[in-house]
């Protein structure tokens, strides 16, 4: 069996570029451990940057973003009870972001890539890759797939043995997968952070509380009201990373909510059954380069943010971005300048971004153990950034979206 790429990862990333790639005629397979319904069900976080929701757009999966989902163009910082809104719109020349669930970008872009006929393996298992790492070196003849190269080995849905010989690989299988995995450790240079607090994320039946996504600092932590849909909220609130959700109560939920968000005015969220609790840790990751050989990690397979700052998706989408212009200039004209360049060109955007999230996180929460002089200088930056317009303006340039490079020539 073959193909010219070979995606391992049917996420957001994976299946981002498999239809990136189709609209240019480039041929792909995409591999994926889980089952159609699994991935269908994942929610995670859904905060759009303007220049995702462009590229959504432009392949044709803008209908429901747009009448589903919720247009934000500002944000509130709430701290110590005081409010200052950030207007997304009038700070950066009338950019905004857009609420939509993960799990619906992903349910999009699965129904686009089965009604086009994509090969999407759902429930491999075994998945091996072979001969990825070599030299940087490419396919001889890139208007045909070629008969030597990467070869990646699975177990399809049936058990049955598979060989799928590709001219390239991409490894868009998270921090957990088998793409990072294929590479030797010594040519692997991984920087990471990891911060003295958790999120403890809620989904709970009720209306929205706010038209637009309220981050608040409280005497005792960070708390986040967000939006999923017109039934369901979405927040998070600052715990400790070795908490379990089952350590969390409903009531102590709410009650916890309730202080951290509360205002003179007497503003409350709204409130409904919580089905559904997580505890996420929090981490800043980045593995470099992002290519070996014939081997390319896109999304969080090379990289991970704290979710204060929404970039992960993001970033996701910024990466395949590039892989699809590099891999369409490649095919269409024999030129692998762009892939040469791919790593560099995508760590340059994921280091922007990972400063922008450490400073966030490290404005909006509380550190425990902090000294009392750390404490003022976070008051500091925040009365600063609440009174600065061009402080104000960095806030909303880096939370909207840095430019992002178009998918195609």
């Known amino acids: 069996m073959r193909t010219q790429v070979a995606i391992i990862g049917a996420g957001p990333a994976g299946l981002m570029l498999s239809q990136l790639l189709h609209l240019q005629g480039v041929d792909s397979v995409v591999l994926e451990c889980r089952g159609q319904e699994t991935i269908r069900a994942t929610v995670r976080a859904g905060v759009l940057e303007q220049g995702t929701v462009d590229v959504l ?37 009338g950019r905004a972001v857009m609420v939509y669930a993960q799990h619906e970008v992903i349910n999009d872009l699965l129904d686009a890539r089965l009604a086009a006929g994509g090969d999407v393996r ?69 920087l990471e952070h990891r ?56 009531d102590r939920i709410w009650a916890t909510l309730r202080v951290r968000l509360a205002t003179p005015d007497g503003w409350a969220p709204k409130e409904g059954p919580i089905f559904d609790k997580t505890v996420i840790g929090m981490r800043s990751r980045v593995t470099e380069p992002m ?61 922007r971004a990972q400063r922008f999230s450490k400073w966030m996180t490290a404005l909006l929460h509380r550190y425990p153990h902090a000294e009392a002089f750390d404490r003022k200088l976070q008051d500091a930056e925040l009365d600063y950034l609440t009174q600065s317009r061009a402080a104000c303006t960095t806030l909303a340039e880096n939370y909207v979206g840095l430019p992002m490079a178009p998918p195609w020539d």
């Open 291 to 351: 290519r070996h050989g014939r081997l390319f990690l896109a999304g969080d397979a090379a990289h991970v943010v704290p979710p204060t700052g929404a970039k992960g998706l993001n970033l996701a989408v910024s990466d395949v971005c590039l892989l699809s212009r590099a891999l369409t200039r490649f095919y269409r004209h024999g030129k692998d300048d762009l892939l040469d360049t791919y790593s560099a060109d995508a760590l340059r955007r994921v280091w």
């Open 57 to 93: 757009t432009e392949v044709g999966l803008g209908g429901r973003l747009r009448s589903e989902g919720f247009r934000h163009e500002g944000t509130v910082l709430r701290v110590g009870g005081v409010d200052r809104r950030i207007d997304f719109v009038d700070l950066t020349g």
């Open 122 to 190: 759902f429930n491999v298992t075994d998945v091996t890759l072979h001969d990825v790492t070599h030299a940087n070196d490419v396919p001889r003849a890139p208007h045909t797939t070629a008969s030597s190269g990467p070869v990646v080995r699975f177990r399809d849905d049936g058990g049955v043995p598979v060989s799928l010989r590709a001219d390239f690989v991409v490894g868009c299988d998270g921090t957990h997968g088998v793409s990072r995995a294929a590479i030797a450790p010594h040519a692997l240079h991984t």
């Open 195 to 250: 911060y003295p607090f958790g999120w403890l994320g809620i989904l709970c039946q009720a209306p929205p509380s706010s038209d637009e996504l309220i981050y608040a600092l409280g005497a005792d932590g960070f708390a986040l009201v967000s939006t999923r849909s017109r039934e369901v909220q979405r927040m998070y609130l600052q715990c400790d990373p070795r908490d379990a959700p089952c350590d969390w109560s409903d």
